[in-house]
């Protein structure tokens, strides 16, 4: 019987959550802030008091680490478990307090740095789960961080409970740690053949028991908007403001249609992300996202269309559309590698949990990596609310993610 130490891994999370690992979104180094190397080198020192081996990080902030095979069989593929050290940028993630609220009576939560910020299971109906059981919050002012440093805690976790437990068999194992991903860059720098995996799982999901493995595809797309300046004392019928002409497009979007907020399931959209510029020039950025890739180009000849028609009225002033890839949907890659993803399934049938099968309404580091050639389903580790300040996380949950990496490792080895 695999049994986690809930204590333990609540310790492990909330040791992580402490660190302050924020990305930026607006950097142009690698990773894009230091202090995500911060958690990096912790995370190198625990797996090597652990006994892994090959651990390091490099310059980049990438950490690798290896557990050798102990099982006497041949060609058992190489799996790897991977999550992200950063925190997203939506929400503060300076001096995070994780606060541990053990045996969670289902009353409301009133977060003490801010009483304004209240958890509740009316508005959260998965905390009825974990009614008698511990969760842990932050303390009102800042993000929790369990995206994603409860799937870090579960592979450490489960990395620990391996190397004690040598009855264990499982093939060559390697754990991946990456920075940037809340940024889109979790994957820009990653040595792949370093890496030395052929399946890979990142632990990086919500709700126990859920198993992702479709994503958006996805673009980036950004109109420029050139303006035609002119003193404003002596403006009339010469100058086209470029900030007004961006407000004009962004007017123009849906708001009923093809936006985030009013879309669901496997609607796509087009999102604007980003505003800058002065009279002269403009740059409006735009996520484009949609589970058909085919569609994506139809979302951007729409943009395009809506941008040109409003600069058509402004004789002088011009617009130029650019669309950079991001990343595509993971399903196309999963679908030929089915086993994956069925070995996931059995993993977490193993740690007694039922099987949601999920789409992502957005990415992860899975997303590139299975078009890298490292095919990468996602699995559950418990967060909720992520990237706000009533982000929390059920300890059960940690637990259970752990656990199924435990079994994921002896199916490998079983079926080899």
């Known amino acids: 019987m695999i049994e986690i130490n809930k204590r333990a891994i609540a310790n492990r ?13 607006q950097s142009k180094t690698y990773p894009s802030t230091e202090k995500q190397k911060n958690l990096s080198r912790l995370l190198v020192e625990e797996l090597k008091a652990m006994g892994l081996t090959d651990v390091e990080m490099d310059t980049n902030g990438y950490v690798y680490a290896k557990i050798s095979s102990n099982s006497i069989k041949k060609n058992i593929p190489v799996i790897c478990f991977c999550s992200h050290v950063d925190t997203a940028p939506d929400c503060s993630g300076t001096d995070v307090k994780p606060i541990l609220h053990k045996n969670y009576d289902g009353e409301e939560i009133v977060l003490p740095d801010d009483t304004s910020q209240v ?3 009316v508005a959260h109906p998965y905390l009825h789960n974990h009614i008698n059981e511990d969760i842990i919050t932050a303390s009102g002012k800042t993000l929790l961080g369990a995206d994603d440093k409860s799937g870090i805690a579960a592979i450490m976790q489960a990395a620990y409970f391996i190397m004690k437990n040598p009855s264990i068999k499982h093939g060559d194992i390697k754990i991946l740690f990456t920075p940037d991903e809340e940024v889109g860059k979790g994957t820009a720098k990653l040595d792949i053949k370093k890496l030395g995996a052929d399946f890979g799982y990142t632990l990086d999901g919500g709700e126990a028991g859920s198993l992702e493995d479709e994503t958006f595809s996805a673009d980036g797309a950004t109109i420029i908007i050139n303006g035609v300046i002119a003193h404003p004392g002596y403006a009339k019928n010469k100058l086209v403001n470029a900030l007004k002409v961006a407000a004009e497009i962004l007017h123009a979007l ?3 249609e093809w936006a985030p907020e009013a879309t669901e399931k496997k609607e796509g959209f087009v999102h604007p992300v980003r505003l800058e510029g002065i009279a002269e020039k403009a740059t409006i ?3 484009v996202r949609d589970f058909d890739t085919d569609v994506l180009k139809k979302h951007e000849q729409r943009l395009k269309n809506i941008a040109e028609e409003v600069i058509s009225h402004y004789l002088g002033a011009s617009i130029e559309f650019v669309v950079t890839e991001q990343y595509r949907n993971m399903k196309q890659i999963l679908d030929q590698n089915p086993k994956v993803v069925a070995y996931a399934a059995e993993a977490i049938n193993r740690a007694g949990l039922d099987v949601a099968t999920e789409s992502i309404r957005g990415g992860t580091d899975g997303s590139k990596l299975s078009f ?16 706000s300040k009533l982000e929390w996380i059920g300890v059960k ?10 079994h994921l490792c002896m199916i490998w080895e079983e079926k080899s």
């Open 119 to 121: 958890l509740s299971a």
């Open 285 to 287: 950025e735009f996520i």
């Open 254 to 256: 849906p708001i009923n």
């Open 397 to 406: 949950d940690m637990a259970k993610a752990a656990e199924t990496i435990v």
């Open 372 to 387: 890298m050639g490292l095919p990468c389903p996602n699995i559950f580790t418990g967060m909720q609310c992520i990237h």
């Open 13 to 25: 999370f909330m040791r992580y959550v402490k660190m302050d690992t924020q990305s930026d979104p």
